[in-house]
């Protein structure tokens, strides 16, 4: 069973007591909120998770050995190596951070610092060009 298929199940199971607990607790007058609050918290906790992109799972690594020289492999390789995971899809780009724009903002412009006017235009013209290669926020 895949993590997505056990959250569904897990989706579906409290999603059903949550209904027989509200219902209980109006039907029966019991005083006990908590139970249908908590499982309602965990329902959409667990459609977020649900709702995410997949992160692709990656086909081979290329090992780095020593002198730069590369090493294709298929199997994980510990953690001792230096090693970059390859993929048949690149994963979802991100956008920079507010000070990774401005790195690159300095290092265009070849200034040491912005003023804050070339900053805000700098960054509005990064995301602009975020925007339009579809890389969005969380």
């Known amino acids: 069973m895949t993590k997505d298929e056990a959250l569904k199940l897990?989706?579906?199971a409290l999603?059903?007591?949550?209904?027989?607990?509200e219902g209980r607790e109006v039907d029966m007058g019991f005083d006990e909120p908590y139970a249908a609050d908590t499982s309602r918290k965990a329902i959409t906790?667990?459609?977020e998770a649900l709702a995410q992109?997949?992160?692709p799972d990656p086909v081979a690594w290329m090992i780095w050995?020593?002198?730069?020289?590369p090493s294709l492999t298929?199997?994980?390789p510990s953690d001792k190596y230096v090693f970059d995971s390859l993929y048949t899809t690149p994963p979802q780009r991100k956008p920079l951070t507010n000070e990774e724009a401005d790195g690159v903002a300095l290092d265009v412009m070849g200034f040491a610092v912005?003023?804050?006017e070339?900053?805000?235009?700098?960054?509005?013209?990064?995301?602009?060009?975020?925007?339009?290669?579809?890389?969005?926020?969380d």
């Open 10 to 12: 897990a989706f579906d």
């Open 15 to 21: 999603n059903d007591m949550a209904c027989w607990q």
């Open 45 to 47: 906790a667990i459609k």
């Open 53 to 55: 992109p997949k992160e």
């Open 65 to 69: 050995c020593e002198n730069n020289v």
């Open 74 to 76: 298929f199997k994980k």
């Open 114 to 116: 912005l003023e804050k």
């Open 118 to 137: 070339q900053a805000k235009t700098a960054l509005m013209l990064i995301r602009a060009t975020e925007a339009a290669h579809g890389i969005k926020g």
